[in-house]
């Protein structure tokens, strides 16, 4: 009998574990998202020292915010430029 309760109370655990992880996937975390809304703004971009002529590069769809996959393609983008020198 507590094994068996054992092994629910560690069953019940792993679940909500599961769901708080999957609560957080897909979130775009980066320290210059001050605002923690997962997209940078041109100010966020800017006080981060990121090149602000770059902003409008990663800008992709020009909504004036930088998302996740935005700053991922940026990013590669760069260190593929860095990589070549």
Known sequence: MRF??????????????ATMASAAEGRFIHPADTSKDDRISKAEWVAY??????????????DGLIDGPEFVAWDTAQKAKHAGH
């Open 4 to 17: 068996t309760r054992l092994f629910i109370t560690a069953g019940v655990v792993l679940a909500g574990s």
């Open 49 to 62: 020292k990121l090149p602000a002529a770059d902003f409008a590069v990663a800008d992709k769809n020009k």
